[in-house]
């Protein structure tokens, strides 16, 4: 069913506005947001980017709102969030293990609040979050509650799950907003608290709590009764009337009682007064005007202000219990004050008894403002912060810090304080990672709350770089082999890596590939030769230090051929064959030569002769005539090497032994 308000008429779901300017009409529809493409969950690497993205329609168009895990997201170079007509997303720049979980999407208007939800898997993180997931349950009940009016009124109920459940209250099936009036608490173990400060009869009815997390929901609900303070309960008959808030007569507003006496038993009326004759009392108080009045017969009884007759109504009521008589007003304002008369009359006489009666008003309450807002603050883990805002008000507003939507209460690390100057503070003695996120100063009191905020952001404590696993100090492989070298190290920030091979940068190819983590750096060259020895350094650095190591790598190899072998004499003991070391020994010493012949006769036959430690050699003893050729290898540790160039022919003859000089 619509309800018109100022000329609007509301419907549920939709409300139309119509307003006529010089006979054209203007039509505003309010439609509650929509989701027409739903979020899909993703799975990706670590490392990599990956994007939500849904699309959402209403009017006016929603406002959007990111949630990982229930808690805000803000933009950042990590996150980013754009809306481009109904398509909304959400870019995570590159996900790691603690990115994965629920992220939510949150579409609000004037017209109401929708909201979809899918999953992130990082690998590396667990593969199914869900099954870490807890449905909510309420561990303490809603209990009815029976208050007098203008009393306050909490409802406390304790509910688990995992992740945190989102909490709404309802009055009567209607949501109710965080004000005011109501006050929603968020406490720890899991208490969800709702507080009316101020009850009044109008909020009597059944109040529920509902919590929804991603694998299920659990609501609980109680019944709020607030008893209305009518004057005289309890202690009193109440004999009221039932007309408006007039002093002016609508009728008999005599009290009398029912007994008819004989005559000689009959006596004129006579107060005795049961209160005070003069009364001052503050604006909006209620207020009894008592007095005790005998008199045989029954007592007619009848209440003036400035001798103008008060008629009994809900706001001033006559109320009579033997032979005491009251005036209650409930609410009393300035335009009360002045003489009040109770007149007291039967068949034998008349009296009557007067009360001055002053009303004090009440001092002009506005709505806090805040003429010093909270500012974004950065800090380092373990740094004392403050945080200051300063609130302008007749008298002391009524502050609560919230922390991303959640009440902050004083503890050991952290101080709140409100000075007498409307100065707030909230102190951080020792900053942790978690106490990052928005902060927000509310105050409060009878004419409304006005809320500043900030962010506060929290960086890591800084380290200085020091490497922590530095690799060997000497290297020595083989040519052609893969070089890595990796060491681990410490730093916040994270340090600069550079590396150097004998003070020259070295900069990646498609041979060189440097892979640097969080706490490591591994330098890895593919197919080394002799000329990528040297010196290699690792150097780090950030703002706080610097470290570096050094590591002499010896890159070894076969050596290079020895020279021509030649003839260099004929003696009587023999023919001298010589030739001359390698000028590369391959990185490692000549251990030997490897000396071969060839007759001609037998081309491409070739013949081991000798092995030996020097770079001459003796044939000895030759008797036969032959022609042959000779060629030499080196041998160093790592292998032989190519023969030398092939030797002129030479002519020996036929020998008994051969022997080195």
């Not at 993703?42 to 006016?60: D, H, M, R, W």
Request: aromatic residues 6%; charged residues 25%; hydrophobic residues 30%.
């Amino acid at each position: 069913m619509a309800a018109s308000v100022d000329g609007i008429e509301q419907l549920d779901f939709r409300h139309l506005l119509k307003e006529t300017d010089a006979g054209k009409e203007l039509r505003t529809e309010l439609i509650v947001p929509e989701f027409t493409r739903k979020l899909t969950d993703k799975s990706v690497s670590e490392g990599n980017s990956v994007v939500f993205s849904c699309e959402v329609t209403g009017q006016p168009e929603p406002d959007i709102t990111w949630y990982k895990n229930n808690k805000l997201i803000k933009q950042s170079k990590y996150f980013d969030m754009t809306v481009d007509n109904t398509l909304c997303k959400l870019t995570i720049a590159e996900a790691f293990p603690e990115d994965a979980g629920e992220y939510k999407c949150n579409a609000t208007n004037q017209a109401g609040e929708v909201h979809t939800i899918a999953y992130l898997n990082v690998d590396g993180a667990e593969s199914d979050k869900k099954d870490a997931y807890v449905k909510p349950s309420v561990t303490q009940k809603l209990k009815d509650i029976e208050v007098l009016e203008g009393s306050a009124a909490r409802f406390d109920c304790r509910i688990s799950g995992e992740p945190d459940p989102e909490i709404k209250w309802y009055k009567d099936g209607r949501q109710l907003n965080d004000g005011a009036h109501y006050n929603i608490v968020f406490e720890d173990d899991d208490l969800c608290s709702l507080v009316i400060p101020d009850t009044q009869p109008s909020d009597s009815g059944i109040y529920s709590i509902t919590a929804e997390n991603p694998v299920g929901s659990v609501s609980s609900k109680a019944n709020l009764f607030v008893e209305s303070m009518s004057a005289g309960e309890d202690v009193m008959e109440d004999t009221t009337g039932d007309s408006g808030r007039s002093k002016e007569d609508s009728g008999s507003t005599e009290k009398k009682s029912s007994t008819s006496p004989d005559d000689s038993q009959q006596s004129a009326p006579e107060f005795t007064p049961g209160s005070s004759a003069d009364h001052s009392v503050q604006e909006g108080e209620q207020l009894t005007l008592q007095c005790q009045i005998t008199g045989t017969p029954a007592v007619n009884v009848r209440w003036y202000h400035n001798n103008q007759v008060i008629a009994d109504s809900p706001e001033f009521q006559y109320v009579t219990k033997g032979d005491t008589h009251c005036l209650v007003i409930q609410e009393i304002f300035p335009e009360d004050a002045g003489q009040y008369t109770c007149q007291a009359s039967n068949s034998v006489g008349s009296t009557s008894y007067g009360f001055s009666v002053q009303v004090e008003q009440k001092p002009t309450i506005t709505k806090p403002e805040f003429s010093q807002q909270l500012q974004q603050e950065q800090c380092t883990e373990g740094d004392t912060l403050t945080l200051t805002c300063k609130v302008t008000t007749e008298t002391p507003p009524q502050t609560s810090w919230f922390l991303d939507g959640k009440l902050v209460q004083a503890s050991d690390n952290i101080k709140l304080c409100q000075q007498e100057d409307g100065v707030c503070t909230l102190t951080l003695k020792h900053a942790r990672l978690q106490d990052a996120g928005e902060y927000r100063c509310t105050a409060v009191n009878s004419a409304g709350q006005s809320t500043t905020a900030a962010t506060v952001t929290v960086d890591k404590q800084q380290v200085a770089a020091k490497i922590t696993t530095p690799p060997k100090r000497e290297m020595q492989m083989l040519a052609g082999e893969t070089l890595n070298i990796q060491c681990e190290f410490i730093g916040t920030p994270e340090p600069i890596i550079t590396w150097y091979q004998d003070s020259q940068v070295i900069e990646p190819t498609d041979n060189i590939h440097i892979k640097t983590t969080s706490n490591s750096t591994k330098l890895t060259i593919h197919h080394i030769q002799c000329d990528d020895s040297g010196d290699y350094q690792i150097a780090i650095g950030n703002n706080t230090g610097s470290d570096n190591c050094h590591v002499m790598v010896v890159i070894c190899d076969k050596p290079d051929p020895p020279s021509k072998p030649s003839v260099t004499g004929t003696t009587k003991t023999g023919t001298d064959l010589c030739w001359t070391a390698p000028s590369n020994d391959g990185g490692a010493p000549i251990t030997g030569y490897l000396i071969e012949f060839c007759e001609q006769q037998h081309k491409d036959q070739w013949n081991q002769l000798a092995n030996v430690d020097k770079t001459r050699y003796t044939l000895k003893d030759m008797c036969t005539d032959s022609e042959c050729v000779f060629r030499v290898c080196a041998v160093n540790s790592f292998g032989q090497s190519q023969p030398s160039v092939v030797s002129d022919p030479v002519t020996v003859h036929a020998y008994l032994g051969m022997s080195p000089n």
